[in-house]
């Protein structure tokens, strides 16, 4: 059985559609592959109790209990590699997960680290995606699933999805536009990766 640990930070909704799509796909018994764990750096994250209360393994490490970037990454790897057997390495799925992470963590995880962000990359890497695309003047925006390299919010692209700004858009509506297509490219290109 191949794990998917996936990290979060926050609401956790991208992380429900990948749970909820394993479940109704039967991705363990097509796919070989589960949701093992939901990790999250921050205790009060939403996501959290949505997995429990689907069964799946939760761990909260707090990346202020650290002193360095290094060191969160190191123990952070630790709990990962819980979820790695000797055949099946696992997938590392980074859903709103909003840390930086070290050079050494990505070529850990290079190949099987995933990240979804809330534009149409290469545009607009970072924060206030909505925003600055709104500033811009974009007449559509969107979001990119893709693998991680060292480089913040760049790599192979796997999937994206492209939305139409609206008269009057504010940054919020045009976030809650993404997001449901985020819940459709996310477990989609996950599945995919899966399958080769
Ligand atoms: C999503 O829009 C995701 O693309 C974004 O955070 C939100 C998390 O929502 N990620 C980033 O900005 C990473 N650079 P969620 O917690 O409800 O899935």
């Known amino acids: ?20 799509t394993a479940r109704r796909d039967g991705w363990q018994d097509k796919l070989g592959a589960r949701v093992a764990l939901v990790l999250s750096n921050k205790a009060q994250a939403g996501g959290l109790a949505f997995a429990k209360e ?39 799925v980074l859903a709103g997960f909003m840390r930086i ?11 099987r680290l995933l990240n979804i962000h809330p534009s149409l990359l ?3 890497p970072g924060l206030h ?28 692209i796997l999937a994206q999805a492209v939305v139409p700004v609206l008269p009057g858009d504010t940054a919020e509506q045009l976030a809650a536009r993404v997001l449901t297509q985020e819940h459709l490219i996310y477990p989609k290109a996950i599945a995919q990766l899966l399958q080769k």
């Open 129 to 156: 995606t909505h925003q600055r695309a709104l500033d811009a003047g974009c007449q559509f925006v969107g979001a990119t699933v893709h693998q991680v390299t060292s480089e913040l919010d760049h790599g192979p």
């Open 54 to 92: 689907q069964g799946i393994a939760t761990e909260v490490l707090d990346h202020k209990s650290f002193d360095s970037r290094e060191a969160f990454d190191a123990a952070l790897a630790q709990v990962i590699d819980r979820f790695d057997t000797p055949d099946q390495p696992c997938l590392v």
């Open 101 to 111: 992470l070290t050079p050494g963590f990505v070529s850990r995880y290079q190949g």
């Open 122 to 124: 290469p545009a607009f």
């Open 1 to 20: 059985m191949k794990n998917i640990v996936i990290l979060i930070s926050g609401g956790g909704s991208n992380m429900a559609s990948i749970v909820k």
